[in-house]
T-cell receptor
Framework: NAGVTQTPKFRVLKTGQSMTLLCAQDMNHEYMYWYRQDPGMGLRLIHYSVGEGTTAKGEVPDGYNVSRLKKQNFLLGLESAAPSQTSVYFC???????????????FGPGTRLTVL | GNSVTQMEGPVTLSEEAFLTINCTYTATGYPSLFWYVQYPGEGLQLLLKATKADDKGSNKGFEATYRKETTSFHLEKGSVQVSDSAVYFCALIWSNYQLIWGAGTKLIIKP
């Protein structure tokens, strides 16, 4: 049981390049999330998904796109990377049904992205 | 809107000292409250939670009590260890399964 995994772990991009971050979970969770973590700012939600084939914008969605074609995978895309997107990206998942207060979020180990 | 405010860090303590990390929240209704911990180089993991007023969450020697009257959820530990060095995040969940996060408090424990 791997939990939540993310690939890659590290990546360096040049301004204008594109890339896709992959998140996978093996817990059969309905809900998945993408966050970015910047110093002194905690976690900010980029996009999230409440089920296969559905996505929604979070707090800071600009410059990112997502897809949830399979229940276990949630992809985060950067179409044209900018230095402001230098950050650590975390994926998380949660059960998503029943009482909300039991919906602990499980996190992946993160992807450190640098845009030059 | 809903928000979470944590004390700024870093908090630096000696081993076996008493720890308090303050967390207050603003929310309509009755949110559930969480503390997550992030060890160096790792993702976040749930430390403890409380789902209603006066509930006490506890885990690994850490405790936090949901105080509705003061809208607080302060994290405490009686005797910290070097291995407790990490970043601690307070968060609340109200609806639609989205967590509202505090900015995080870095804790440094010196031997």
């Amino acid at each position: 049981n791997a939990g939540v995994t993310q690939t890659p772990k590290f990546r360096v991009l040049k301004t204008g390049q594109s890339m896709t971050l992959l998140c996978a979970q093996d817990m059969n969770h309905e809900y998945m999330y993408w966050y970015r973590q910047d110093p002194g700012m905690g976690l900010r939600l980029i996009h999230y998904s409440v089920g296969e084939g559905t996505t929604a914008k979070g707090e800071v969605p600009d410059g990112y796109n997502v897809s949830r074609l399979k229940k276990q995978n949630f992809l985060l895309g950067l179409e044209s990377a900018a230095p402001s997107q230098t950050s650590v990206y975390f994926c998380a998942s949660s059960y998503g049904a029943g009482a909300i207060f039991y919906n602990e979020q499980f996190f992946g180990p993160g992807t450190r992205l640098t845009v030059l | 809107g809903n928000s979470v405010t944590q004390m700024e860090g870093p908090v630096t303590l000696s081993e076996e000292a008493f720890l308090t990390i303050n967390c207050t929240y603003t929310a309509t209704g009755y949110p559930s409250l969480f503390w997550y911990v992030q060890y160096p180089g790792e993702g976040l993991q749930l430390l403890l939670k409380a789902t209603k007023a006066d509930d006490k969450g506890s885990n690994k020697g850490f405790e936090a009590t949901y105080r509705k009257e003061t809208t607080s959820f302060h994290l405490e530990k009686g005797s910290v260890q070097v291995s407790d060095s990490a970043v601690y995040f307070c968060a609340l969940i109200w609806s639609n399964y989205q967590l509202i996060w505090g900015a995080g408090t870095k804790l440094i424990i010196k031997p």
